[in-house]
């Protein structure tokens, strides 16, 4: 592929071998790994709905309940493999799903033939099982203004050039995950808009490394030491990136959506709520590793996991709780009439809403029971701890419990890289905020209704309104 | 019937009008009447998975993950519509669901008849459309001795006395919901036995006015309203009973378990796992009429339901909190080979962890957004407001938005009575407390698993135990 | 005194007697006696800064922190020995100490003589050691206009004549802690109010039987249980009563604003700030009886208090957070130039937050540790429990641990009581609401100073603004 | 100075200049400079209780509850000027305070000079206003095992020869706060010793350069941007420091216990004491600058920060908390004989468990205010930020409200410093963990007192007593 990735100033000949970029690969590689073995071969391989092939279960349409449950399944599974992110087999999946429903309507609607470019994409896509990952977020820019409104129109991705055989785009797509792992990238269109906005109303597919798009990676906590040898992180990790589309041409066979600003609300409101109510399954098995971690802290410091026991059931019933709630916007959703499953949204947003707060519980409690060097990592470098005068030293009063220093300082770094390192994902606002969820409880919730049912049971019979004057 | 409950000395002739039973009557027939409503019927009504006739649905087994979700959909229909729990159409329901799949398990084993006594029973209780309460908790005695090791053995309901044509039993069943509005008590033990507690390892069906059998309702907060004229209390409400068996007999008919101690473990996991999950649905229900009577109670102020929409929303996330995870629990369930359906027993019980927390949060915020005269229903009485002398004066004074004092005091006192007054229906500790749903968390909680998961991705590679003389 | 007290549509004779109000008096006079006992004389008892004679405390003038702190140990003691409000001794003696200030204000200001009437009032009344309830919450009508905007004025306290020996107020104070305790009331505007509202700055103290005065005992939870006999109610308890004044004559004496609105918001942030940082020892004090009820339930139970350690550890941490805070409040004040002492406005107002919130977990974690029959005391009734024929049997079937039935049954009816019964209360809007703090805490918080703090640390130079159309 | 401190495999030469801990040295002197401005002089300044000269104020005696208010306001400034620790202020400050009591007690058990030495040391100390970095924490070992049964004796700092003219100690300080920064550090033991432990008993105070003490810099979160350029780090920040003792030589004027275990448990009371109520400053200053950093990037977004009100509100009621508390500790505090003041126990550690817990959720609200590029500090690094090839891209699209994106990058990496980086000062372990706060609530709660008040308000009369049995 093009070398189209940076970091530091510097280009990225290779995404496998580069230190900023080999870890996100590493983790995709032991993912696919798993599909060899018996046990998870039936998480990761299913059978493709459009040929009846076997192919990656990333590159399915998700058409049933356990469909969409296997997605949150395997999630989990990536994170107790890797540790953290693992982005290329997520939204990407979860774009193009959303892309199947809506390109039908589209073209119910008018004629185009999105659905069939999609189709054919998909079909191609499973066959050679690439790595899809996927890109919604905006740069955005001034966040009180429309996308038409800004003063630089290009902080929205945007079509700047219609021709016969395709378009030409412009803007950039930040905050990318995994991008570098990937093979394709799957573009939707950053928010729902009118019809002042059709510009950017826009979805696509392209290669990686295609001409005209430049790849900065972010710098994330402590990703220094991703440059350095030893210890004092791990060989697997996220990444994320910022994506830079200069007048990139792309062509009709792989475009979905372009101007078709009335159907942006349901790309919204079909992605968050699926991606949402699967992002459960990413905190819930972050977590388990920092259960994992806190259990081999307090051994390493030579005490029994079970002093900790109320913390660690607490740290268990967040995972389930992000888990389960997620599952439950699976059970309560419904089929699209183009065949894909749709979460729940005023469940699958709830849970948003916890996967921004409980990990930081979750969190302070493998910190707490890790102890002081847990907590921000506060030990020596992995040079001093080898280094050949004072190293010795350190080795001696690093020991704790029945193991090596090392062990317990491997272990320490898992904690610190998991709750305040590089391995933190980015649950908070990936996917979009909680205070974005919350709308969408807001505008779910039948107030009116709930009033009623009240009233009621009070034996209210008069009308209690609203006052007439009162805004907010 | 005849005439065996009891409440404040005197003995209750017609449930129907004692003002201490027909609140929880009312509640009853008010649900029955919502199957009457085409938008109702059918989730009131199903088809027996028996005889293929329609039956009510709370007489019917659940085999399937939306059998179950439709027992969820159910109980939050049923707090909308009385703002309380309808408790017959709930642990009985469950308890001989769960019975379905042990009494198969214990012929199997030992070729009794359990299994096709239960399956005539509940064929002729289909087609009669009987109200069927469950009883589980027992009196207990000390917390800190087994069953046969208290001092006075009757604490835990047993059998005393094996005939040819059944059994005697005798015991008390403690804090058993609804019993005074249901046509049938159905009996499971209350605790996981071992071969010394076998006398107590039981499970039967009586008539709710069987001989022997001296029921007396328990007194609840603020429950002398209940015997009072005006608005103070509404026309809906709970009740809870107190099972004294005195030497009760039971026919082997309707015997289902008498001394198989080892299959008490399963009908404890079945039943708690799907009540457990079930529940959230309960409290999502009363939620709601919270949400509801917060909205009234700001408009009954003068202001705007709006003003405080944080913590509406905050109400309406913990509402759908416990819905998800119990359709999560129920989702990530699985079928027994008896065909009734199971849901998810680690899930389930994170959802009690929240059943036991949430609803507290749900009722703070109810309390704030209503104001003091919410918060301890603090206002003059029904008989001061209309007391000929002073009453204008509470009248006028009580008066505040655009409705009438009236209809203000109403609503607080739906409020007072939701949060802290006779409709709170206990559900920190109905159905098993959180500490017990923590142990199960525990138990399912694969530590050493995770253990693992963090070792490998820190490369640890010796082995972390916990030291030896760790205790605890 | 004259009977103008009622309740449930009757006139109370003797408050001392009347099961309405025995207990509020029982309360009071049980912490009165303390000040016989050596070891709580120091607390109780005080020398008068103004005739240096020994006084009851809450008849004092608090000049220093440590006078402030007595007051939240006092309080603490009273929940201590009752469980409960005891506000005869909290709002007027904190209302007179604030009025302390603001009439020396309004006297330097125009040359009235407000404040040697409040001298020698309060000398007369420390000499005679007078229970003094104090008066804040008009009943205020619609919440979204103010006083003078209301279509029925009365609804906020106004003065509607003035004479030349007095002046004539009507309205009315809405749930007035323990008036039917009280000798006298002293009365504050319930406001910051602005010129058009002049009408309603006032205060003043009168006789709690006073002509014109009508007093309606307000309802609380189970409530209907003072009327009854036995241990379903404990002897002690709060009351809170709603004041319709029609027309009442205040002589010029006893009169300490009339008009002075510009003086109404000192009196607002004194008394607010002051009651704020004190009133987190009502909630430690019976969140303290609260861990004494649980212990006891625990052992009632059959198990050691030690079961619960953690949660216990938590109610101990609740209780001494917001005495803490309270303390801090206190410490972080000022002396006012009339010489009393004012807590700290940001802190004592940060208090109440938590004195709305954290009561709540404390109530729970009660509930928790005690079991079912504590969560709503869901047991038959004391009349049940005696009951001849079936009392026996409810007796052998509620005796747990090492104790009688009845010491099981009262320690479960006390920490009903306590956590959703008739010794609620009522703090979360007491002295003003959790979000009128939250607005204290917002206008004491140097947003834009904090902003340049971290602009500086940031390195940022150039000026940071809020947009100019944001609104909100 | 001598060169004893390294980092990352080389030794230090000079700390003022070195990349290593250059930041650190800037707090202290950021902060000390303050002295010379009017507004903070009389914080920074006091007059010695020992001399009656003007001192520094952290080489002062604290005597009052004003003084030791006087150490938080100093802790909030300190975090206001420089974002993060400040520790050469506070620990060493802190422990000489301790032993001025503890020295006493034990001079007037054994007739030993220590207090003697110790008020000769502190007016040298006053005189030349040095830093006094404290060390309390050991390595500690095995956490389950004391100090007498390592089977490394070393893991606590230890006396290993005792000499006319002094003693020889050996062993290490673990993770001790600003030790780069300061002139000399003050030894405190790590716990409460009996006598098999009384080798570990010992306090002293050495020059930060003494021969045979190799210092080694622990690694913090993103801590290898502080040898980097740019804007991606702030010019201030903490450090922690490994101290080995090998064999160090201190003289017997330096030394104030040594062996005197009996006097080991005052040093933790009263330590713990009053760094637990001063440190809720810490956090409430590091938390203040947090909502700077929020409303800064509110609007580096484009927004009002008003639209994030609710969420700032509760941040600074987070911060106002643990100050109040503090100050509330302090206040219910009292002096020791030897003069100086002492904190309140049972309030301090109810501070410290929120110390360790409110930040996580300031730091969360600080996040969730900022957006993506806060929560993990997601752009590009300061490198590609400035690259010539691509760093225009990412500035036109880092640009958002109405200022550069420069200004708003480096908002956002100092909000991920303060949340997720290397200004985390490490609250939680600080000073001790939260769960040996929890055991001194405990220890402090009168569980037996409460139960008691209990008993009496509930009229139960019987003794209810833990069981026999009961263990745990």
């Known amino acids: 592929m093009a070398a189209n990735i940076h970091k ?6 290779d995404v496998t071998t580069h230190p900023a970029t080999k870890r996100a690969v590493e983790s995709h590689a032991r993912c696919l790994d798993l599909a060899r073995l018996p ?9 493709s709905t459009l040929t009846g092939h076997k192919i990656l279960r990333f590159n399915s349409l998700m058409c049933t309940p356990d469909d969409m449950i296997a997605n949150m399944k395997l999630k989990r599974l990536n994170y107790h493999t890797t540790g953290s992110c693992v982005g290329g087999m997520c939204v990407g999946w979860n774009a ?9 309507d589209i073209d119910k609607e008018s004629g185009s033939d999105y659905h069939e470019n999609l189709k054919k994409w998909l079909i191609q896509t499973e066959a050679q099982g690439l790595l899809v990952s996927g890109a919604l977020t905006d740069a955005k820019g001034n966040r009180s203004l429309k996308a038409s409104q800004q003063s630089d129109l290009d902080v929205n991705l945007r079509v700047v050039e219609k021709r016969p055989d395709g378009v030409v785009v412009r803007g950039a797509k930040n905050m990318i995950c995994s991008v570098c792992a990937s093979d394709e990238i799957f573009i939707l269109p950053g928010n729902a808009y009118k019809e002042e906005d059709k510009d950017f109303a826009l979805s696509f597919v392209v290669p990686r490394d295609i001409a005209g798009l430049t790849i900065v990676e972010a710098r994330r906590p402590s990703d220094d030491r991703e440059y350095q040898n030893g210890f004092d992180v791990p060989d697997t990790g996220p990444a994320q990136s910022y994506l830079f589309f200069e007048d990139v041409f792309v062509p009709n066979e792989r475009l979905f959506m372009c101007g078709e600003y009335g159907h942006t609300g349901k790309v919204i409101q079909y992605f968050t709520a699926n991606y949402r109510a699967c ?37 268990s019933a967040n995972n389930e709780t992000t888990y389960g709630i997620g599952a439950g916007a699976i059970a309560l959703g419904k089929k699209d009439d183009a065949g894909v499953w749709v979460a729940d949204s005023l469940i ?8 921004a707060t409980l ?10 029971i890790g102890g002081g060097i847990v907590e921000t990592g506060c030990m020596p470098s992995y040079k001093d701890f080898t280094n050949e005068e004072y ?7 690093l020991k704790a419990g029945d193991c ?3 062990s317990r300082a491997r272990t320490a770094r898992l904690a610190e890289w998991l709750t305040i390192g590089a391995g933190v994902p980015g649950c908070m606002h990936g996917g979009g905020s909680p205070d974005g969820a919350r709308l969408v409880v807001r505008a779910n919730t039948p107030f009116e209704q709930y009033a009623e049912y009240a009233k009621k049971i009070a034996g209210v019979e008069e009308d209690l309104k609203d006052p007439v004057a009162a805004k907010k």
């Open 96 to 104: 193009f799903n959303t892309m199947w429903a809506v390109t039908a």
């Open 359 to 368: 990990p930081y519980e979750t969190k302070r409690l493998c910190q707490e």
């Open 348 to 355: 699958a947003h709830t849970n948003k809403i916890h996967v």
């Open 39 to 47: 046990e998870y071969q039936s998480l990761l391989v299913t059978k």
């Open 404 to 406: 090596s220093a090392e």
């Open 391 to 397: 190293g010795p030293l350190i080795r001696k009063y």
């Open 279 to 315: 992002i459960g399954a990413c905190v819930s098995g972050q977590g388990d590793v920092m259960i994992g971690a806190a259990v081999n802290m307090a051994r390493a410091n030579g005490l029994s996991y079970k002093t900790f026991m109320d913390k660690l059931i607490q740290m």
């Open 8 to 13: 530091n100033g510097e280009v990225i000949a």
